[in-house]
């Protein structure tokens, strides 16, 4: 099993362009959550997602948005994309009824210039 | 909403007991998390406690008291290695993490 696969690991961007940050899971999990770490901060919850057609925001959503047509995929999606989020962005997921862990991608560094 | 709150930084020295408190107060409580972040690395799990009491894992053990809305993470015995930051998450469905506390081990 490769567990949380993200997509890219690095990107740079300019002010005002898109992109989306890919997550894949292939351990059957329901839950699955975006977060963003700032240099010498803590994880800040973006969107999360309980299952395939249901999502919901977290503590900062503002400039992102997300999707879940499918049990494995759960796309992050940044519109216009400005300097306040340069970050990296970790994908995670877990199933709550088994062993508690939230399993982690390797994040992305994205830098907005 | 949830609150959250962690020291922010610790000391300690090698072969020292270190505990690290975490509050919280949350809505749809399942279990809290902690996991340890090295810098520049994804998070690793360390422990999900849904009952009260102490859970030992080797070095590392984790306390929850429910009614307290109260948990710490026991780290004995420190290394070198175990100079990270230390997250606690109360499991509800969102998962909200603290600010987590940067524990700095010295020789």
């Known amino acids: 099993n490769a567990g949380v696969t993200q997509t890219p690991k690095f990107r740079i961007l300019k002010i005002g362009q898109s992109m989306t940050l890919q997550c894949t899971q292939d351990?059957?999990?329901?839950?699955m959550y975006w977060y963003r770490q700032d240099p010498g901060m803590g994880l800040k919850l973006i969107y999360y997602?309980?299952?395939?057609?249901?999502?919901d925001k977290g503590e900062v959503p503002n400039g992102y948005n997300v999707s879940r047509s499918t049990t494995e995929d759960f796309p992050l999606r940044l519109e216009l994309a400005a300097p306040s989020q340069t970050s990296v962005y970790f994908c995670?997921?877990?199933?709550?009824?088994?062993?508690?862990?939230?399993?982690f991608g390797e994040g992305s560094r994205l830098t907005v210039l | 909403g949830q609150n959250i709150d962690q020291p922010t930084e610790m000391t300690a020295t090698e072969g020292a007991i270190v505990q690290i408190n975490c509050t919280y107060q949350?809505?749809?409580?399942?279990?809290l998390f902690w996991y340890q972040q090295h810098a520049g690395e994804a998070p690793t799990f360390l422990s999900y406690?849904?009952?009260?009491g102490l859970e030992e894992k080797g070095r590392f053990s984790s306390f929850l008291s429910r009614s307290k809305g109260y948990s710490y993470l026991l780290l004995k015995e420190l290394q070198m290695k175990d100079s990270a930051s230390y997250l606690c998450?109360?499991?509800?469905?969102?998962?909200?993490f603290g600010k987590g506390t940067t524990l700095s081990v010295s020789s």
């Open positions: 995670a997921s877990i199933n709550l009824a088994g062993s508690g862990e939230l399993f």
């Open positions: 351990m059957n999990h329901n839950y």
């Open positions: 997602s309980v299952g395939a057609g249901i999502t």
């Open positions: 949350t809505s749809g409580f399942n279990g």
């Open positions: 406690n849904v009952l009260d």
């Open positions: 998450a109360p499991s509800g469905t969102a998962l909200i």
